[in-house]
């Protein structure tokens, strides 16, 4: 409206002068040669004001056909990155709907509109994948892994592959490869320690396991583990391994024997006591007990291991079978019914019954039928407890870093037996 009065302004204004003009008079002459050509100045100002506007005219219309072309191209352009927008979010959909044909589809759509960029590679490797074209997917992140903005998601996605495909060789590769790409990724780390786990390299999982996440246990195992293949720094993985888990009766005994073997058998002594506090273990008992010959010293031994744990089952146990072997056949009485009729014993107690009535009562009818009774009760009783592997079940003879039979690294535990309803057992 407000230009309208503008031009209405302008336009009376144009008019006005050029009356004014005309009232004014005057010539406007042009000599060119001997020609002559005389206008009044109103129309050769006129003529003047034409001429401009029509060459402003011809200029614009030249500059507008000029630029048609790249107009044209900006707007396929853009109609081809909406289009392709729009089959990049159909693809997301079709993949969250776990329909990778349609996603394959929709992401050929959007890559054909928008070329290779590193949101299409890496929907097309996903799409694959979850078609099950692996190599398809390796191609995609193959290409992507060129790119210098997508190379981390590319490798990150071979890494996987290779992990999966149990191609260790080209995982530990790819891994160096994506820590040199983004340093410090804690992706990165967290895969290298799964494929240090994987490849059994005990030493470089404990390094690159993040400290929140390995604590107590698992990292006793770790370090244990670690220690067992490097001599040189044993020493100290397994005091590391006691002091992540003061009840893991392998580590304890790792250390023990070290200080033994260092000529200190008094510190061995007070390591295995101190672990025998935290988590009764009959390896304990046994490297505790082994230099004493004398039977009477066993049952002495057994005291002083135990006197800080006294009414553990293992503690009874060991306790009942010193005093038993030593011939103090009260003493292991107290000792094994007191564990017997706490609920708590396992198959090793009635067994020791057995024993202890066989030397009481000998081969007598009443011999005979206590032996009947506590075989009985054995039978029904909690197996003992023992190593086995919480993956598969397996059970091992000791404590291992890994399970041979399922391959599962770390799940070796000391399990079942009635002493693990006490809660001492070890356990994660
Ligand atoms: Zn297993």
């Given at each position: ?25 005057g010539?406007v ?57 729009a089959?990049?979010?159909r ?18 759509r ?91 390299d ?43 888990d ?5 580590a ?46 066993r049952?002495?031994?057994a ?32 000792e ?87 809660g ?5």
């Amino acid at each position: 409206m407000l230009r309208a009065i503008w031009l209405l302004i302008l336009l009376g204004l144009g008019v006005w002068a050029a009356l004014f003009l005309r009232q004014m008079g005057g010539i406007v002459e042009i000599t060119v040669g001997n020609t002559f050509i005389g206008v009044p100045v109103w129309l050769g100002l006129l003529a003047l004001v034409v001429g401009f506007v029509v060459l402003h005219g011809i200029l614009s219309a030249w500059k507008s056909l000029r630029g048609w072309p790249a107009r044209m191209r900006a707007r396929r352009e853009a109609r081809h990155r909406r289009d392709g927008d729009a089959a990049v979010t159909r693809a997301l959909v079709a993949l969250a709907a776990g329909t990778p044909d349609q996603a394959r589809l929709e992401i050929r759509r959007a890559r054909n509109l928008l070329g290779d960029t590193p949101h299409t590679l890496l929907l097309t490797a996903e799409a694959e994948r979850m078609a099950g074209r692996n190599d398809a997917a390796n191609q995609a992140f193959r290409l992507l892994s060129q790119r210098e903005d997508g190379k981390f998601l590319g490798l990150r996605g071979l890494l996987r592959d290779a992990m999966q495909r149990e191609d260790w060789p080209a995982a530990q590769r790819l891994a160096r490869e994506a820590e040199a790409a983004q340093p410090g990724a804690a992706w990165v780390r967290e895969e290298r320690a799964a494929l240090a786990l994987r490849t059994r390299d005990w030493k470089e999982a404990l390094a690159l396991s993040p400290s929140e996440q390995l604590t107590g246990h698992r990292r006793a195992a770790l370090a244990l583990a670690a220690a067992m293949q490097d001599p040189e720094t044993a020493s100290a993985l397994e005091k590391q391994a006691l002091s992540a888990d003061p009840g893991f009766a392998p580590a304890a005994l790792a250390v023990a024997r070290r200080q033994a073997a260092e000529g200190s058998p008094r510190r061995a002594k007070s390591t295995l006591q101190a672990a025998w506090k935290v988590a009764p273990h009959p390896d304990l008992a046994e490297a505790y007990l082994a230099d004493e010959s004398d039977a009477l010293a066993r049952v002495k031994g057994a005291e002083a291991l135990t006197h800080e744990n006294r009414t553990h089952p293992e503690s009874r146990l060991v306790l009942g079978r010193t005093a038993l072997a030593a011939g103090l056949t009260g003493r292991a009485r107290a000792e094994l019914e007191a564990l017997v009729s706490s609920g708590s014993a396992d198959r090793r107690a009635y067994l020791a019954m057995v024993d202890m009535d066989a030397v009481e009562l000998g081969d007598s009818a009443a011999g005979r039928a206590a032996e009947a009774k506590w075989l009985r009760a054995a039978a029904a009783a909690p197996a003992e407890p023992r190593w086995q592997c919480l993956s598969c079940g397996t059970t091992h003879a000791k404590w291992e870093p890994v399970c041979e039979e399922c391959g599962t690294p770390g799940r070796i535990e000391w399990t079942g037996g009635a002493a693990a309803k006490g809660g001492s057992v070890v356990t994660t």
